[in-house]
Each structure stands twice: as C-alpha cells, then as structure tokens.
C-alpha cells in the first residue's frame, strides 16, 4: 500500500522510511497542538539544561575543529584542500 502510494506521488525513496518520518512528525505536530504548554515547558527547559551540564561538549567540538584545520593547514598544502580549507572558516562561523 505505502509503495503504491509512493509510485503515485512519484516518490524517489524509500517508501518505509518517508511514510514513518512523516507519520512521526504529524504525530508531534499533533502533540504540541494539544497540549502546547506542557510542551513549551519541557523545551524551555531543555537549552538550561544543556547549557549547564554540556558545555564543555560544545568548547571540545569547537577545539577540535579548529585544531584539525590547522593541522589540515600545515601538512595538506593541494590548492583542492586550500580551497576546502578557506571554505571552512565560513562553515565554523554558521557553527558558532
């Protein structure tokens, strides 16, 4: 049935894998539809808690980052790595 459905929307992936994504975020959307504040509570706490406990998470994956371009820097000196190198800057800038 679901393949079906999927040849007639002319679907290019996998059937099982679209119909359960979509089914989970309608049911979400449902959730916070009906209960928004509970929800909104339980979000608005989440960022403190995080923030809190995984910080240190954050500065680490930043860290590393930043140390393997700079390692990338000094020993893959191919202009095809230079020109993935200075297209990473931006990409930690969106990061941060």
Known sequence: MMDALARKLGLKTDST?????AGIMILFLVVIL??????GAAF?????????N?????????????AVLLWLSV???TSRNANWLASSGP?????L
């Open 17 to 21: 894998i679209f119909f359960s994504s």
């Open 34 to 39: 009906i209960a928004p504040g509970p929800i």
């Open 44 to 52: 608005g706490a989440e960022p403190k808690w995080v923030v809190t």
């Open 54 to 66: 995984l910080g240190w998470l954050f500065i680490f994956g930043v860290t590393s980052w930043v």
């Open 75 to 77: 020993n893959v000196p």
């Open 91 to 95: 990409r930690l800038k969106v990061g």
